[in-house]
Structures are given as structure tokens and as C-alpha cells.
């Protein structure tokens, strides 16, 4: 049974990013067609994706990145390997907000899946601190994109 809930290492063992490029510390809520994680690292002076002795706002489409390779994990389920899925383009993005690293609290990422067909997936998707969103937009995913390109053709 696939849990409700998850911490940190059980999003890092469904993802591809580990150590500290594993930036989501918790799922706190998924369906089907959702889901929301929480982050806290974010303020870190260490950030993997610190530049300029900052984290601009635009990073935070990284985070909803791996939130939709969580939920991708989660839907597969427990006895299923998750189809590896390649960011392909992100579109109507709007920053709401210049910089991440100087918002003390947790942020919200959450990711909602408009569409999908066998190979591809439509989410939407928002990074928040508390009632304030920071970043929104849509990016598509493509699963199982080194397979694509092998098939012949009928």
C-alpha cells in the first residue's frame, strides 16, 4: 500500500534526485490527478541551486518538477516502476516573486495533472508560502522519451 504521506526519504527513493538536490521534504497530500509536498530547505545558504549568493524565484519550477516525478512514482504504484519522464517545455510561467531564500517558513508546491495520454502529461503547477503564490505555469512531460526515438514506424 502506497502511503498517504510521505518524508523525505520516501520521495528521494521514487525520484532520480538525491542528496541535497532532492528538495521536496514531504508529500503531504496526492490523488490521481494531484498532489502538494512541502519544502523547507529553501533558505539554506547551501542550496544546490544557490546562485549569486541567492535562489531566484524561477527555481521554483524545479520543485514542481520533482513534485511531478513523485506524483508520476505514486500513481505508477507500489509494484510498478514509475516510467522515467523528461521535462519538455514549461509555458505561461509567471513570477510572482523575485527570490525564494529570504521567505522563513515552509513552501508549498502543488501540481495538478490537466492532461495525459500514454506518452505525455499536462500539469499545472504553483509554488506558494502560506497564502502567496511565488511561481506558476504548465509543463508538459514526456515519459519514456529514449523510447520514442527507437520505435519504427507501422
Known amino acids: 500500500m502506497i502511503p498517504a504521506v510521505l518524508n523525505h526519504d520516501g520521495i528521494a527513493a521514487r525520484i532520480p534526485h538525491q542528496g541535497t538536490m532532492c528538495l521536496l521534504d514531504a508529500v503531504t497530500e496526492w490523488s490521481a490527478d494531484h498532489i502538494v509536498c512541502r519544502a523547507v530547505g529553501h533558505t539554506d545558504p547551501a542550496h544546490p541551486l544557490r546562485a549569486a549568493g541567492?535562489?531566484?524565484?524561477?527555481?521554483?519550477?524545479?520543485?514542481a518538477a520533482q513534485a511531478m516525478a513523485v506524483h508520476g512514482a505514486l500513481v505508477a504504484g507500489a509494484h510498478a516502476?514509475?516510467?522515467?519522464?523528461?521535462l519538455t517545455s514549461v509555458r505561461s510561467v509567471t513570477l510572482h516573486a523575485e527570490r525564494l531564500d529570504d521567505l522563513q517558513g515552509p513552501l508549498s508546491v502543488r501540481a495538478e495533472r490537466v492532461s495525459s495520454d500514454v506518452n505525455n502529461v499536462l500539469y499545472r503547477f504553483s509554488?506558494?508560502?502560506?497564502?502567496r503564490c511565488l511561481v506558476e505555469g504548465r509543463a508538459a512531460v514526456v515519459l519514456d522519451?529514449?523510447?520514442?526515438?527507437?520505435r519504427t514506424p507501422p
Open 145 to 150: 522519451a529514449d523510447q520514442l526515438a527507437t
Open 127 to 131: 509554488l506558494h508560502h502560506g497564502e
Open 81 to 86: 516502476a514509475p516510467r522515467q519522464g523528461y
Open 54 to 63: 541567492r535562489l531566484g524565484a524561477a527555481n521554483g519550477i524545479e520543485y
